[in-house]
């Protein structure tokens, strides 16, 4: 009886289970698919990262300065990128940044009294190692406009008023570059973001009417408009956002790609906040909104396209060589993500302040979440740049 049961279980088994194994093999992974799709928004926002490093570059593509809190603003962070340095060439006044002047990197910055209406920022120019061609000049952090000459600035199609230094330090930095440069001062001024996507909503003759003239529809018009944040954002002498985010995950990877040893420098990608603690590289570049403290809020808007800085040698001041000076080329195998850059490279994102909020001091140590993940790849599109 046992032995007849047995054969007919056997047949019943031998007749049913490659329909089974089948139909696992087709709907098991796809299940696994859309249960990691429904969980990755979810994860993103459960991991508590932190900031682990904080970057403030007063004078634009010198070395930066490494602090433990800076004073968040719309803006940008306090005293960042609020100088610069303009080249003279027989073309014309240049702007000039470390992809194009690799010799920038030999300029240190500290910063003494960063809340201070007299603090200062001293610069030190390293002379290529050179201990004995080594000086330093000191510059206010707040310097008095009214005494300084307006000076006309345009970055990346963005202009703004600006101020020129007094000769002195043009002098200075004159004689360690070897060929003649000016310093610029910002002010209070700044450069309107010019990303095609973050330009204000303007909105249609009936909202326009029915804003104005129906005082209770405001509040509803302005927050279905987006006009809440229609004012045009504003940035210093930073390339194209307040505030460069990259992730220390990512980071190691670049460094994956690199020689046994071998560490690539973050601040080659010359961030703001570096954050740690993401499962996976690059999961950054899907994040819309992350929260510090659960107080701030700061839209990650554009991915950064990479150029050539990132393969100088900053002991030399000069091109890489060797796998140092290819860091690019090893991005450009696969983190060439933004069709609206298709040759560059993506490393860290570009972010902005909610407006809403006021200056908050941020610090090193402070818990970040993601608040929101794009539902795709943001797509770069600030007219001539990076096209």
Request: proline share 7%; aromatic share 12%; net charge neutral.
């Amino acid at each position: 009886m046992s032995s007849a049961w047995e054969k007919e279980r056997k047949f019943e088994i031998e007749k049913v289970s490659p329909v089974y194994l089948i139909t696992a093999l087709c709907v098991v992974p796809f299940g696994i698919y859309f249960l990691l799709n429904f969980l990755s928004p979810l994860i993103h926002r459960i991991t508590a990262m932190k900031i682990s490093e904080i970057y403030v570059y007063p004078v634009k593509s010198l070395r930066g300065v490494k602090v433990t809190e800076a004073l968040g603003t719309p803006q940008g962070f306090k005293h960042d990128r609020t100088f610069m340095l303009i080249k003279s060439t027989p073309e014309g006044p240049k702007n000039m940044a470390v992809s194009r002047e690799p010799e920038m990197t030999q300029f240190l910055q500290e910063i003494e009294g960063y809340n201070d209406p007299d603090g200062s920022l001293r610069i030190t120019f390293r002379a290529y190692g050179d201990k004995s061609k080594e000086s330093s000049i000191t510059v206010p952090l707040l310097p008095d406009v009214s005494k300084l000459e307006p000076y006309e600035v345009t970055m990346h199609g963005s202009p703004t008023p600006a101020f020129k230094m007094p000769q002195s330090y043009n002098d200075w930095f004159t004689s360690c570059f070897g060929y003649d440069v000016t310093f610029i001062y910002l002010g209070a001024n700044t450069r309107a973001v010019l990303f095609q996507d973050m330009q204000p909503i303007e909105p249609d003759p009936l909202t326009r009417f029915l804003r104005d003239k129906i005082p209770f529809t405001r509040n509803y018009v302005d927050s279905l408009m987006g006009l809440t944040q229609s004012t045009q954002w504003r940035i210093s002498f930073a390339d194209c956002a307040p505030y460069l985010i990259v992730s220390q995950t990512s980071l190691e990877d670049v460094s994956s790609r690199l020689p046994e040893g071998t560490e690539m420098d973050v601040q080659k990608f010359r961030p703001n906040i570096v954050i740690k603690g993401a499962f996976e590289a690059y999961q950054e570049d899907y994040w819309g909104k992350v929260t510090i403290n659960n107080d701030v809020e700061i839209t990650m808007a554009h991915n950064c396209v990479r150029c050539k800085s990132i393969n100088i040698d900053y002991e030399t001041g000069k091109p890489g060589e060797g796998p140092s000076g290819e860091v690019l080329k090893r991005l450009q195998k696969d983190r060439r993500i933004d069709i609206g850059a298709k040759w560059s490279p993506v490393f860290g994102r570009y972010s902005f302040w909610d407006k809403r909020k006021g200056p908050k001091v941020v610090k090193v140590g402070d818990r970040v979440n993601v608040k929101k993940v794009n539902d795709g790849l943001t797509i770069w599109s600030w007219p001539g740049l990076a096209s």
